[in-house]
């Protein structure tokens, strides 16, 4: 049996007041979030409203102007996305971005062998040195095919294996990436990020271009690798069967403010996100009170 989703324990994603600005441009403003193992919140808003900014902002794609981001207790402003990774956040793009002449396998085993590799907190010129060094020696090491690198490499397949058979991709294991049908891509996607044996889990709009049946699939298979795998999830969607039938949590952006937050049935009532997203439309044919 699953295990029950704790989300009471200390945040794992904390975002703080985080602004950005580009140019004369406030993409998101006084942004505030924390995930908890156990979470399966929803970020939702128009076009433009800065949801994926804040996901760039969270991994660090992009610094804040202002506010904190702090990944497992630690402050991560100004941190590199490969370390942030390592603290424990992982990430799908909303334009998918698979390595796309390597296969599923390979996709996933990358992911799975950057975890492994050498952790780098900061900007520490000492463990940079120690982190070349052991490139140096993983390189001989492969070229020579030790007892060691076999065994890791066995391992490294072993796990990738699982991903792809837990997000229902076992069939496609020698394809390469980009001749997956696009539903199929973007559950590789997801498998690639869990690679990464993230706490924390961050979709950006992982069912856009799927068809109704693949987006009902999808909802249950993001339900299961929370409890599976005890993460924390943040949502990016327009698809507010998806984002309402699974968050339990929902923060809607516009203009890069937080216009609401709360459970959904809060949410799709709220005067100021019918007008500024869903439309009047949407109370008609869902029903809800304004
Ligand atoms: N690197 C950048 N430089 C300048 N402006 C940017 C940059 N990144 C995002 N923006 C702007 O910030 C605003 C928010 O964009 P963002 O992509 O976060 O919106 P979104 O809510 O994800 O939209 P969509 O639902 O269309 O993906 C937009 O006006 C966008 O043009």
């Known amino acids: 049996m699953s295990p029950t989703p704790d989300t009471t324990g200390a945040p794992l994603l904390e975002a703080d007041g985080v602004s950005i ?9 006084e942004f505030r979030l924390a995930i908890r193992q156990g979470d399966l919140q929803g970020l939702i808003g128009p076009n433009g409203a800065g949801k994926t900014t804040a996901f760039n902002v969270l991994t660090g794609v992009y610094k804040p102007t202002q506010g904190e981001v702090r990944v497992a207790g630690k402050r ?5 996305p490969h370390q942030i990774n390592h603290l424990g956040l992982a ?22 062998r950057a975890q492994g590799a050498l952790h780098v907190e900061g900007v520490d010129f000492g463990a940079k040195l120690r982190g070349a060094a052991l490139n140096y020696r993983d390189w001989w090491r492969a070229l020579l095919l030790t007892p060691g690198f076999m065994a890791e490499e066995r391992e490294l ?39 990464t044996q993230p706490k924390v889990l961050l979709l950006d709009e992982p069912a856009a271009g799927m068809n109704t049946r693949e987006k009902a699939d999808l909802m249950v298979l993001i339900r299961k690798l929370r409890d599976e795998f005890s993460l924390g999830i943040l949502v990016i969607e327009h698809d507010m ?33 019918i007008e500024a997203y869903l439309g009047d439309n949407y109370l008609e044919t869902h029903g809800g009170a304004a």
């Not at 991560?76 to 590199?80: A, E, I, R, S």
């Not at 294996?161 to 069939?171: A, D, N």
């Open 76 to 80: 991560v402003n100004g941190w590199l």
């Open 21 to 29: 600005q580009f140019g004369g441009l406030r993409a998101l403003t």
């Open 157 to 195: 397949t072993r796990q990738a294996e699982h991903l792809l058979e837990v997000m229902g991709l076992s069939h496609r294991r020698d394809e390469e990436a980009r001749n997956l049908p696009y539903g199929e891509q973007r559950r590789l996607e997801i498998a690639r990020a869990l690679g």
């Open 91 to 112: 990430r799908t793009f909303q334009n998918i971005r698979l390595f796309r002449a390597l296969t599923a396998l390979d996709n996933v085993k990358v992911a799975c």
């Open 241 to 273: 069967k998806l984002v309402m039938g699974i968050c339990e949590k929902i923060t809607v952006l516009d203009h890069g403010e937080t216009i609401a937050k709360g459970a959904p049935e809060q949410v799709r009532s709220d005067r100021k996100v």
